[in-house]
């Protein structure tokens, strides 16, 4: 089985500062790969960043980066110099990997809704 | 198409009544996804599909809750004997492997009167 945490109900920030999303994980499966996404109000789900569970190194994709700690089960979001559009949910999403129980399920967390403020 | 599609975009039933939603994900996709997201809530596993077939039907809620998916292309989720917490967002999402992101289409909006 496989469970996605996200203890952050909602998180605020000032316009061009740093906010970290948080999001642990939990999976007896070796293989396995994390996913970020943002749902803003209109309802669209926008996939922003990837990491697999054998990268050695943090993903980054333009202003996000995903601070992966393996050994803490955390795949924490930070998205630097915050904008106002970045004001939405967030959601942090696990896909079991080859050879493991929960191979190609999608599983999300219950989200982090960002207010960005001017 | 250029994106996963689904219709109906809004769907209004009465209680009782059974509904399908359809989903067409993108061309080649072989992986193919099922969720359910009441008003600002997660997003609740429902089903998945591999091809054609169900690896994990562990998220439906009840019996009532059925999917298929044919040709490896559309998908059809059919709730029977709807009941008004039923009413939610339904998305679904395809991706072209397992290990690669999942793209989503715009949902479908049940509501149940």
């Known amino acids: 089985a496989q469970k996605i945490t996200q203890t952050q109900p909602g998180m605020f920030v000032q316009e061009k500062e740093a906010v970290t999303l948080d999001c642990t994980y939990d999976?007896?499966?070796?293989?396995?790969?994390l996913f970020w996404y943002k749902q803003p109000s209109s309802g669209e789900m926008i996939f922003l960043i990837y990491?697999?569970?054998?990268?050695?190194q943090n993903a980054t994709e333009g202003r996000y980066s995903l601070n992966f700690q393996k050994a803490r089960k955390s795949a924490n979001l930070v998205i630097s110099a915050s904008q106002l559009g970045d004001s939405a949910m967030y959601f942090c999403?696990?896909?079991?990997?080859?050879?493991?129980?929960?191979?190609?399920?999608?599983?999300f967390g219950q989200g982090t809704i960002l207010t960005v403020h001017p | 198409g250029a994106g996963v599609s689904q219709s109906p975009s809004n769907k209004v039933t009465e209680k009782g009544k059974d509904v399908e939603l359809r989903c067409d994900p993108i061309?080649?996709?072989?992986?193919l996804y099922w969720y359910r997201q009441r008003l600002g809530q997660g997003l609740e596993f429902l089903i998945y599909?591999?091809?054609?077939?169900?690896?994990?039907k562990s998220g439906l809620p009840s019996d009532r809750f059925s999917a298929e998916r044919t040709g490896e292309s559309v998908s059809t989720l059919t709730i029977q004997r709807t009941q008004q917490e039923d009413s939610a967002v339904y998305l679904c999402?395809?991706?072209?492997?397992?290990?690669?992101?999942?793209?989503f289409g715009q949902g479908t909006r049940l509501t149940v009167v």
């Open positions: 599909f591999q091809g054609n077939s169900a690896p994990d």
């Open positions: 990491q697999g569970s054998y990268d050695e």
């Open positions: 999976t007896s499966d070796q293989s396995y790969g």
């Open positions: 999402a395809s991706s072209p492997q397992v290990n690669t992101e999942a793209f």
């Open positions: 999403a696990m896909r079991g990997g080859a050879g493991g129980t929960s191979y190609g399920k999608l599983t």
């Open positions: 061309s080649g996709h072989t992986a």
